[in-house]
């Protein structure tokens, strides 16, 4: 694939804005990679689409391909996509208590993944919690969360031969109460396939367990399946978040996307072996990377943009120790403080000028005189802002009105970009800019 690929990008090498062509070329790629990593056709389809709106046009970093930069808008996307809205990893768990319900098909994982929570909740969170087997079709499947329950020290329900799952799950929530636990997890059977007998039992113990959390457990190298199952546990259960399993494997994890992008609801934790510390949160960035698969290519755009801002950097140091300080320089250091906490906190920062930060913070100059500020700077032409000493009396009157203040402020203005220039400069002169760059980081 990255021979392919290479082929491609080889072919598109002309620098700007993204076009149609340059987009739709490098998808195509993209495309194959999304389906080789097993996300699902409609998925794949409808995730390009909305790539191809957002990159056509985007601009192109110096040194990268068009090719290379739609894969990393791709992977940009991708990770947006998994990420969804809430904090990875939450799960609602508080008014003890909270019942976890997890659902999905045999051999997905359910068993295993409710152990690894428990010993998770108990040792990150400090939770107490009682696990309950609700698998009566395989008798060893109780067995074997009560073996788990031993291993990691944590409760499990005793077992009462002929009891069925909803009176399991009614016993549960008796015994949480009583024992004091935080949270009660509820392991329940799966089938091979989606059946209705599997819909109505896993229905009738959510309706007596009211579940905090519905957390679906599929196994992660399924891609295909993955969509149809998360499809129909979300509309007949309603789910509120996914486990994905097997991700220790070698496969590329499309099910993420397909789930993502079918459910809406968040994947929380990925399952990363059989071993029962083998549960991590969710993270998007590293999913992303291996259904992409590309990512030396993302890497390196990423590589490029850093390089990119050093030059840039580095060219308006050399600007500046020779004087050169204009209006465009002054609104990005004002924009940059307003980031950076205001003029107090930018200043506080720099060497020697703590005190004067602080002068400056009593007198009152915060947030939003800089943004008076950067409206002068605003109302001016391009030419005015490159050459501020060009301004008399009838530019300085238009430039205040325009931004709907006084002359004597943008005066103030002009008097702090010529002491900025000649502060510049001077640090310019001192150890070759040493101490303005690391003023600037
Ligand atoms: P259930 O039928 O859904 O309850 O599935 P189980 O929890 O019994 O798991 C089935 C098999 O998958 C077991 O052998 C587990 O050890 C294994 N398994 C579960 N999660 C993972 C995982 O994240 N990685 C790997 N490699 N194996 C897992
Ligand atoms: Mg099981």
Not at 140 to 157: P, R, S
Not at 246 to 275: C, N, Q, W, Y
Not at 324 to 352: A, H, T
Request: aromatic share 2%; net charge positive.
């Amino acid at each position: 694939l990255s021979e392919r690929l290479g082929g491609v990008f080889d072919r598109l090498t002309k620098q700007g804005a993204l076009s149609e062509d340059d987009v739709k070329t490098a998808l195509r790629e993209v495309r194959v990679a999304l389906l080789e990593a097993d996300v699902s056709l409609p998925v794949a389809r409808q995730f390009i689409k909305a790539v191809e709106k957002k990159a056509t046009g985007a601009a192109v970093t110096k040194s990268v391909t068009p090719g290379q930069q739609v894969v990393k808008i791709v992977h940009d996307e991708l990770i947006g996509v998994l990420r969804g809205e809430g904090e990875p990893g939450s799960l609602k768990i508080d008014s003890p208590p909270a019942p976890i319900l997890m659902v999905g098909l045999q051999g997905g994982g359910k068993t295993t993944t409710t152990a690894k929570l428990a010993k998770r909740l108990k040792e990150r969170d400090g939770k107490k919690v009682l696990m309950a087997s609700l698998d009566v079709n395989r008798p060893a499947a109780m067995e074997q969360l009560a073996i788990l329950g031993t291993q990691i020290g944590v409760d499990t329900l005793p077992i009462i031969k002929g009891e069925d799952p909803v009176a399991i799950a009614k016993r549960a929530k008796t015994q949480a109460g009583l024992g004091g636990y935080d949270v009660y997890m509820l392991d329940t059977a799966g089938r091979l396939s989606i059946d209705e007998e599997l819909m109505a039992q896993v229905e009738a113990v959510r309706d007596v367990a009211n579940p905090r959390e519905t957390l679906l457990v599929v196994d992660g190298l399924t891609g295909q399946d993955a969509v149809h199952t998360a499809e129909n546990f979300d509309e007949r259960i309603g789910i509120s978040g996914v486990v994905l399993t097997r991700m220790d494997g070698d496969g590329r994890g499309g099910a993420a996307l397909s789930m993502r992008a079918v459910t809406g609801k968040p994947i929380k934790f990925v399952g990363l072996g059989e071993k029962m510390d083998a549960l991590e949160t969710f993270e998007p960035d590293r999913i992303a990377g291996r259904i992409l698969g590309m990512g030396d290519i993302v890497s390196l755009v990423e590589k490029a943009q850093q390089t990119l801002e050093a030059e840039q950097a580095e060219r308006m140091m050399k600007r500046f120790s020779k004087g050169q300080f204009n209006m465009n320089d002054l609104k990005m250091q004002l924009e940059q403080m307003i980031k950076m906490g205001g003029m107090e906190g930018m200043m506080s920062m720099m060497p020697g000028m703590a005190k004067a930060a602080k002068q400056m913070g009593d007198a009152g100059i915060d947030d939003k005189i800089l943004r008076q500020q950067i409206a002068l700077i605003h109302s001016m032409t391009k030419r005015e802002r490159a050459n501020p000493q060009i301004l008399q009396a009838s530019r300085k009157k238009r430039i205040a009105k325009g931004a709907g203040m006084e002359v004597s402020d943008l005066n103030k203005l002009l008097k702090m970009q010529r002491q900025m220039s000649d502060m510049m400069k001077k640090m310019g002169k001192m150890g070759k800019g040493g101490m303005l760059k690391q003023a600037m980081r």
